[in-house]
């Protein structure tokens, strides 16, 4: 797989802040739980259970698909940082090396 972000001179590793780190974390279950909610109601069978269960509405899972989407966008936005501070790292680690 070809990463669009690495440079030919730059190291392999560079820091990025841990607070980000975090904001991937809760993104990723986040999304965990909206997949797992869909995924219970698309599935949701009554097997000789003498419980009413009921899906959710089209509306509940146009609304958790929506929250995925932005969820998702703000993923994007967090790389972006990502990117920027790994890529100022780099451009720190060139100017102390160079001189």
């Not at 190291?11 to 986040?30: F, H, K, M, Q, Y």
């Not at 219970?40 to 989407?69: I, K, M, Q, R, Y």
Request: net charge negative.
């Amino acid at each position: 797989m070809f990463d669009h972000y690495a440079r030919p001179n730059a190291p392999e590793w560079s820091t990025v802040s841990s607070d980000l780190i975090g904001e991937i974390s809760r993104a990723s279950n986040a999304i965990s739980t909206i997949s797992r909610l869909v995924h219970n109601s698309l599935c949701e069978t009554v097997d000789d259970v003498d419980v009413d269960v009921v899906p959710l509405g089209h509306e509940a899972h146009c609304g958790l698909l929506n929250a995925a989407d932005l969820i998702g966008q703000y993923l994007h936005q967090i790389a972006g940082k990502m990117h920027d501070q790994a890529h100022a790292h780099v451009e720190k680690r060139a100017k102390v090396h160079h001189g």
